[in-house]
């Protein structure tokens, strides 16, 4: 069974603390994505990365960063917690390009509170 | 430009009734593919059904079933006999298949009433 796994369900940080969210998958995928969901205005993407060592910014970079050090992880850090990146954080995995059907899979996802 | 357009924030149907969620999008790319995705209240993202530009008959996967309007660029998603475990959001997405990257929608959130 294929899975996409975060290292946490719920989070609850202070403003300014460094935060790492995890996520590993073990489908042997290239792309790796992560994204934040607030209501209204869906899934957005923070970052992508298409092989190791490798990243994108996505349409909103801004105050995250991101490590591909190996295939199967990817992570994403906050360097200084802000209220404004409470959200819930949703890691997805792909197969590169090529595949025609090539569908996101997602991790159960990461709440996280900023406080 | 909005890649992905979803209109309908929200959306009631009766149970065993069918439903069209609508979905346009934007691209200039000729190869790309288009997908469907649900979020029960759980809050895991779990496909549906996928579409590809090049494909001459619409997709269906059991109860699902993509319209595909490719010179109106709508790719609705119709739910057929639906049933109390739909209620969820949908997302459409859109992937152009000279890019990594995918496109979501603002989501529908699909009530079923019994």
């Known amino acids: 069974d294929v899975k996409v796994t975060q290292s946490s369900r719920y989070l609850v940080k202070r403003t300014g603390e460094k935060v790492f969210l995890e996520c590993v998958q073990d489908?042997?995928?290239?792309?790796m994505f992560w994204y934040r969901q607030d209501p209204g205005l869906g899934l957005r993407l923070i970052y992508f990365?298409?092989?190791?060592?490798?990243?994108e910014k996505g349409d909103i970079p801004e105050g995250y960063s991101v490590s591909r050090e190996k295939k199967e992880r990817f992570s994403l850090i906050l360097e200084s917690a802000s209220t404004n990146q409470t959200s819930m954080y949703l890691c997805?995995?792909?197969?590169?390009?090529?595949?025609?059907?090539?569908?996101?899979?997602f991790g159960p996802g990461t709440r996280l509170t900023v406080l | 430009a909005q890649k992905i357009t979803q209109t309908q924030p929200g959306m009631f149907v009766q149970e065993k009734e069918a439903v069209t969620l609508d979905c346009t999008y934007d691209?200039?790319?000729?190869?790309?593919?288009l997908f469907w995705y649900k979020q029960p209240s759980s809050g895991e993202m779990i496909f549906l059904i996928y579409q590809g530009s090049y494909d001459q008959q619409n997709a269906t996967e059991g109860r699902y079933s993509l319209n595909f309007q490719k010179a109106r660029k709508s790719a609705n998603l119709v739910i057929s006999a639906s049933q109390l475990g739909d209620s969820a959001m949908y997302f459409c997405?859109?992937?152009?298949?000279?890019?990594?990257?995918?496109?979501f929608g603002s989501g529908t959130k699909l009530n079923v009433k019994p």
């Open positions: 997805a995995s792909s197969v590169g390009t090529g595949v025609v059907n090539n569908e996101q899979f």
């Open positions: 990365s298409y092989d190791v060592k490798m990243k």
């Open positions: 691209t200039s790319d000729p190869s790309y593919g």
């Open positions: 997405a859109m992937r152009e298949d000279n890019f990594n990257k995918f496109y």
């Open positions: 489908m042997d995928h290239e792309n």
